[in-house]
């Protein structure tokens, strides 16, 4: 079986959150969906940055290569 905990949080927290939430979903449910979303935003950010940086390594690369050639 599963143990339940109590957060605290403020009232203004709780009623964004409840604006958010479905009215037939638990909170369970509904916090899991938070923190799955989060991590898929954070993980596309972090996608893009390490593209960015692959492709700049690949950029030094050729400039370097081509340096050598001259």
Request: a positive charge; hydrophobic letters at 35%; zero cysteines.
């Given at each position: 079986m599963s143990s339940r905990?109590?957060?605290t949080?403020?009232?203004?927290?709780?009623?964004?959150l409840e604006a958010l939430k479905k009215k037939?979903?638990?909170?369970d449910e509904f916090l899991q969906k938070l923190i799955a979303e989060i991590q898929?935003?954070?993980?596309?950010k972090n996608r893009g940055k390490l593209?960015?940086?692959?492709?700049?390594e690949?950029?030094?690369?050729?400039?370097?290569?081509?340096a050598r050639e001259y």
């Open positions: 905990t109590t957060i949080i403020l009232s203004k927290t709780k009623r964004a037939d979903e638990s909170w898929r935003v954070r993980r596309e593209s960015e940086i692959l492709e700049a690949f950029q030094e690369v050729k400039i370097k290569k081509w």
